[in-house]
Each structure stands twice: as C-alpha cells, then as structure tokens.
C-alpha cells in the first residue's frame, strides 16, 4: 500500500472500483441506444438496418458484455442500498459482496445461451 | 457600556440550552456547529442530499425496469434476433410499455448524470474542466432525454 493514499483494497475498495467503471460505461451504452432507437422516428428500414449489427456476433460478445456490466451494477446497487440503510449493513459488506458475485456468475451462465446462442448458430451453423 | 446579557448559570443565552441541571451538573458543551436561532440560515440546501436519496431510489425502481427490459429484448422469445421495426411498433401499441420505456429512459439518464457529475467531480482537478465536462455532460443529458421522450410519445406505426 503505497503512503499517503485513501485506497484501501480488498472487497470494499474494489467493488467501488467495478461499481463506476460499469456505471459509466452502461452510461455511454445508453446514450447509444437512445440514438438508435430514435431511428423508429426516421424510417423503418434504417432502423432495422442499425438493428441488424447488434445480431451480428462481434456486437452479440458486446451484448454480453453489457449485460455483465449492468448485472452487476444492479446486484452490487443492492448492497449499497443494503449498507447504508440497514443497521447491520457495515458489517456484512464483504459476505453481501460476495453474494453478489454468486448471484452474478450463476446469471451470467443462464445468458450465455439466450444471448450467445444466436450467434453460435450463425458463426458454426444450426 | 451596556451590559452583558447573563443567566443564572452564568453563561450567555447565546448557545440556548440552560447549562447546568440537578440531572446534568457538569457543565454542558454545546457542539461548535450547532445550528441556533442565531446562525444564519445556509445557503446550501439539500441538493446532494436529494442526489444521493435519489440515486438508491431510483436504482431500486431501475433494477425491475431494466432487468424486465433486458429479459424481453434479449433472453425471451428469439432474444435479439426478433427486434426490428415490427417489434417495437407492437411494444408501443400498448401504454403500458409506453409508460415503462418512458419511466426507464428519464431515471437510467438522470441516474447516470448523476454518476458521472461524481465522477467528474472527483477526478477533474482544475474548476474549469469540471465546469466544462458537467457544462458538456448536461447538455448531452437534456438532449438524450428530450429526444427519446419526443420519439415514445410521436412513435408513428405507419410511418412508411
């Protein structure tokens, strides 16, 4: 631990960490998507044009990838809202992380069929 | 000289309470920055207080809303690979998605302004980048929820 840093490491330092790197970057993704979505207003065959890259496989590892990053800013939400509201919040942070991460891995294995499974079949054929 | 106003503890009236009683005979020492009838009023607000209520509120309503739009988007029937113009204009037939795209688009904006302002915050040192990053971040936000409300609400099925 380098001197003079308020950085603490562990649990409660890096779930902090995670917590704005996915925020901003389901942020960004969002401005994307309203953008897209605005294309209903323009025409439908430009719309679903657009829409036609997110089927592509490259942009479904994306999706993926995007449903990681909010799934675990929602879970790990929770156990802020957890830590500061409930009086014994503090003091179970590290077993709430984890349980967050528990949660997180078994949802992250439910998508890979429904959100990978479309591009499986167009990369290898069904 | 006029005289100084005194109590029968011998303290001034200034910090309020009376100091000593037959419960409390030690003197009583009021915190230095408690608010009396005498301090000025702030100037502050509540503004991040509000900010930070709102972000767990919010995230709260926003886990149902977004986890329920990712569910129909991409798990459930076909995922991804049924989304287009058909679909959308099907969703937005109904109110009810209407209201939820709607709710979802003006908290997960707000939400995440709101995140990035802190972020911005704690990371631009010099006052005139944060000035010009929340100045950028702002006008982006507006526009982004403008913009999406305009297309909920003027949706035209039968555009072509």
Redesign the interface.
Known sequence: MPAGTLYRGREGMWSWVAH?VT??L??FF??VH??D??L??V???D??KV?AT??TPIV?LL?YGL?AA??FH?LN??R??AV??WSKGPRYQKQMFWTVMGVWVVLMAG?IY??L??AARVLFGS | MSTTETTASGVGPVEGAPVYTVDNPAPLIEAPRKRTKKSPKSTRGNFELAAWLFMRLSGIVLVILVIGHLLIQLVLDGGVSKIGFAFVAGRWASPWWQVWDLLMLWLAMLHGANGLRTVINDYAERASSRMWLKALLYTATVWTILLGTLVIFTFDPNIR
Do not use: C, N, Q
Request: proline share 5%.
């Open positions: 704005r925020g901003v389901i942020f969002l401005f309203v953008l979505t605005a209903v207003r025409s439908p065959e719309y679903d829409v997110y089927k479904a999706e449903v909010i799934l929602a939400g929770l802020v809202i500061d509201f998508a429904p959100v499974g479309h």
